[in-house]
Nanobody, 125 residues
Framework: QVQLVESGGGMVQAGGSLRLSCAAS????????MGWFRQAPGNKREFVAT????????NYLDSVKGRFTISRDNDKNTAHLQMNSLKPEDTAVYFC??????????????????WGQGTQVTVSS
């Protein structure tokens, strides 16, 4: 089973940028679709972005399209989420997730079987 550890969260002003990283260990992520999800206080965890096993295809939540970019480096066993033009409504705990043999088209968190511990992103106005 792969293990995931997120990093890169923090506090930033609106309009700023952050780059989240997800380091995998235990197994190669080549056979996993990867995703980023987030959960704000009082809200359910929601899909942010997903990427196919090769990295050729991506999928984004409408509200982050054009601002966020998901990527992966299978050789380094990492995934990333570049977040630009951040807004206060992006404030949440962000989770990296992996789905063995899964599809990037799956945006439900039930479709992902491995999760990191989360990293806090706070955007001030």
């Amino acid at each position: 089973q792969v293990q995931l550890v997120e990093s890169g969260g923090g506090m930033v002003q609106a309009g700023g940028s952050l780059r989240l990283s997800c380091a995998a260990s235990g197994r190669t992520i080549r056979n996993y679709a990867m995703g980023w999800f987030r959960q704000a206080p009082g809200n359910k965890r929601e899909f942010v972005a997903t990427i196919s096993r090769t990295g050729a295809s991506t999928n984004y939540l409408d509200s982050v399209k054009g601002r966020f970019t998901i990527s992966r480096d299978n050789d380094k066993n990492t995934a990333h989420l570049q977040m630009n033009s951040l807004k206060p409504e992006d404030t949440a705990v962000y989770f990296c997730a992996a789905s063995l043999g899964g599809s990037y088209r799956v945006t439900s968190d039930a479709g992902y079987d491995v999760w990191g511990q989360g990293t806090q992103v706070t955007v001030s106005s």
